[in-house]
């Protein structure tokens, strides 16, 4: 199976900050990266797809980049909306592994 | 509006069983793969089951093989998880969602709001 590693696993942000998360697979899986978002007690929701591109509806201060083993999803300027806990999910083989999650806090 | 209402989920004891349905509406269901995810209490995602349009593809998670089936009638739109031989592992919300066939890349577009299935004694 794929593992997937997200950093960091949590972090502190305040409103306005720019903030990077990474993900990195033990085997290459190409662009066949997805990045979902989730609230307390809510599903997830699709951010962005195939490593960079953005999903319907979601703002344009959500960014992927990446490829290979090595992903960064970058949100410019947080919102208070933004605060959540955030997943990496390869599709590149089954089982389709998710990272372990990484949760923006309030500073 | 794409809809995914999952139901089914409860209480049950260890060994028992559950069925999981999923009834989805807004969308041409037969035309799309679907997929079972599940998230224990305080836990990450976990990617459960997957079955194609005609049901002709079906896989599962290591850890559910030969304990869980996955199902679906496209005349219905409704996808289901039949839950055999549950274990205390198996407490989770269960999410089913609608995979976008893609290039590259496959992604999960929708989801649904999740059931929580307890399993304890």
């Known amino acids: 199976d794929i593992q997937m590693t997200q950093s960091p696993s949590s972090l502190s942000a305040s409103v306005g900050d720019r903030v990077t998360i990474t993900c990195r697979a033990s085997?290459?899986?190409?662009?066949?990266l997805n990045w979902y978002q989730q609230k307390p007690g809510k599903a997830p929701k699709l951010l962005i797809y195939a490593a960079s591109s953005l999903q319907s509806g979601v703002p344009s201060r959500f960014s992927g980049s990446g490829s290979g083993p090595d992903f960064t999803l970058t949100i410019t300027s947080l919102q208070p909306e933004d605060f959540a806990t955030y997943y990496c999910?390869?599709?590149?083989?089954?089982?389709?592994?998710f990272g372990q999650g990484a949760k923006v806090e309030i500073k | 509006e794409v809809q995914l209402v999952e139901s089914g989920g409860g209480l049950v004891k260890p060994g028992g069983s559950l069925r999981l349905s999923c009834a989805a509406s807004?969308?041409?269901?037969?035309?799309?793969?679907m997929n079972w995810v599940r998230q224990a209490p305080g836990k990450g995602l976990e990617w459960v089951s997957s079955?194609?349009?005609?049901?002709?593809?079906?896989y599962y998670a290591d850890s559910v093989k030969g304990r869980f089936t996955i199902s679906r009638d496209n005349a219905k739109n409704s996808l289901y998880l039949q839950m055999n031989s549950l274990r205390a592992e198996d407490t989770a919300v269960y999410y089913c969602a609608r995979v976008y066939t893609s290039s590259p890349g496959d992604y999960f577009d929708y989801w649904g709001q999740g059931t929580l299935v307890t399993v304890s004694s």
């Open positions: 079955i194609s349009t005609r049901s002709i593809s079906i």
């Open positions: 085997h290459t899986i190409s662009t066949y």
């Open positions: 807004g969308f041409s269901f037969s035309s799309y793969t």
């Open positions: 999910q390869q599709t590149y083989t089954i089982p389709y592994t």
